[in-house]
């Protein structure tokens, strides 16, 4: 029997219908896996260490001369807060490549030597670099008696947590104050990090 083009339309639609409730329905996760797909190296690392990470770093350490621009402090501090966040962003992400070491030691150092900065805006991302970089290494601080000569202005163990205890009690910023606590009770007195 031949069927006319309307009736072959109103299948076609009662077919729809049927396909939308059923995406309705709770779908299992797993289910029909490919179990010959494997996962890839992540690559960021090696990419971002030559394009991105240090590039960034030390065209914001070493400007070209007579290319500075003159800007009002809150800008600078801007910048700062956002190369302090960038580079805390390219640590994470190559938190599981062999250039997370790296990273990790350069923002440390970068972020440490800022710690003491008057603008608070600047202090919360220096808190916020430092617990990425402890937190994307395995051992972080373990990292950083190992690496103490290696990168100049690399903090000691000790220095971070007599940071993070004073200025989780006497910074004026409440935001420095909420982070700086979450560092200090991170660190246990052994001086193994937590995260």
Not at 13 to 20: H, Q
Not at 106 to 123: G, I, M, N
Not at 150 to 169: E, K, M, N, Y
Request: some cysteine; charged content about 25%.
């Amino acid at each position: 029997r031949r069927r006319t083009q309307k009736q072959k339309m109103d299948d076609d639609d009662d077919d729809d219908k049927d396909d939308d409730d059923s995406n309705a329905k709770t779908r299992r996760w797993g289910y029909r896996r490919n179990a010959k797909e494997r996962t890839t190296p992540n690559l960021f690392g090696d990419v971002a260490a030559r394009h991105f990470f240090f590039p960034l770093l030390y065209v914001y350490l070493h400007p070209q001369k007579g290319k500075r621009v003159r800007v009002n402090s809150s800008f600078t501090g801007l910048l700062l807060c956002n190369v302090l966040n960038t580079l805390a962003v390219f640590t994470d992400c190559a938190a599981t490549t062999p250039a997370a070491t790296p990273f990790a030691t350069h923002l440390l150092a970068f972020a440490w030597s800022k710690s003491q900065d008057p603008d608070p805006a600047v202090r919360k991302s220096v808190c916020v670099a430092t617990v990425t970089a402890l937190s994307s290494v395995p051992d972080g601080l373990r990292l950083l008696q190992r690496h103490a000569g290696t990168v100049g202005g690399l903090p000691t163990p000790a220095q971070i947590q007599a940071f993070a205890h004073d200025a989780s009690t006497k910074d004026p910023d409440p935001a420095v104050r909420a982070i700086t606590t979450n560092i200090a009770r991170a660190l246990d007195p052994r001086g193994s990090l937590l995260l």
